[in-house]
Antibody, heavy 118, light 109 residues
Framework: QMQLVQSGAEVKKTGSSVKVSCKAS????????LHWVRQAPGQALEWMGW????????NYAQKFQDRVTITRDRSMSTAYMELSSLRSEDTAMYYC???????????WGQGTMVTVSS | DIQMTQSPSSLSASVGDRVTITCQAS??????LNWYQQKPGKAPKLLIY???NLETGVPSRFSGSGSGTDFTFTISSLQPEDIATYYC???????????FGQGTRLEIK
């Protein structure tokens, strides 16, 4: 079955960077967009951006344009999200998810908790 | 950017009740509107896609309707396992962007 498995929880210092991985299985990795969505504690879901695994093209939400980089390794069927210049407000659960052609998130990773403190 | 206004932010209802949540887009999004259920500590789950299509395996008591700017999500007969937070989500392609509503927390009365 289609599955996304993410790397484990991270604790980071303010100003540093974090890189979270998302390994896909059960489908052809290059056939579906791979997105990152985050959720701060008690808050709503927030879309960060996507990557087209086939050619590596990316599209980022304006809010994160200057700080986020999404990459992929086709040979490993794995996508990565790196967020730089971390601040306390970046403390959140980070999810990867893949979408149908109609851009509905039908498969989600289990989430990676990132905690940022000074 | 398109803004999504979801209401209410919280809702308390009894088992068996009909529950309705609305989502309004700041501009026409055709039927590019999806609904999700999120239970505490879990990833969201897709329930309805393209405004009115039931995802495979989702109980038929869940339904969605609407197009353009106004959308509705309905649970026809609330069950105890439906306690969760529900989100709408839209996709815009000019420029490409995805927005979630602020969520509706559903509780049992």
């Amino acid at each position: 079955q289609m599955q996304l498995v993410q790397s484990g929880a991270e604790v980071k210092k303010t100003g540093s960077s974090v890189k979270v991985s998302c390994k896909a299985s059960g489908y052809t990795f290059t056939y579906r967009y791979l997105h990152w969505v985050r959720q701060a504690p008690g808050q709503a879901l927030e879309w960060m951006g996507w990557i087209t695994p086939f050619n590596g093209n990316t599209n980022y939400a304006q809010k994160f344009q200057d700080r986020v980089t999404i990459t992929r390794d086709r040979s490993m069927s794995t996508a990565y999200m790196e967020l730089s210049s971390l601040r306390s407000e970046d403390t959140a659960m980070y999810y990867c998810a893949t979408t149908t052609p109609g851009v509905a998130f039908d498969i989600w990773g289990q989430g990676t908790m990132v905690t940022v403190s000074s | 950017d398109i803004q999504m206004t979801q209401s209410p932010s919280s809702l308390s209802a009894s088992v068996g009740d009909r529950v309705t949540i609305t989502c309004q887009a700041s501009q026409d999004i055709s039927n590019y509107l999806n609904w999700y259920q999120q239970k505490p500590g879990k990833a969201p789950k897709l329930l309805i896609y393209d405004a009115s299509n039931l995802e495979t395996g989702v109980p038929s008591r869940f339904s969605g309707s609407g197009s353009g700017t106004d959308f509705t999500f309905t649970i026809s007969s609330l069950q105890p396992e439906d306690i969760a937070t529900y989100y709408c989500q839209q996709y815009d392609n000019l420029p490409p962007a995805i927005t979630f509503g602020q969520g509706t927390r559903l509780e049992i009365k």
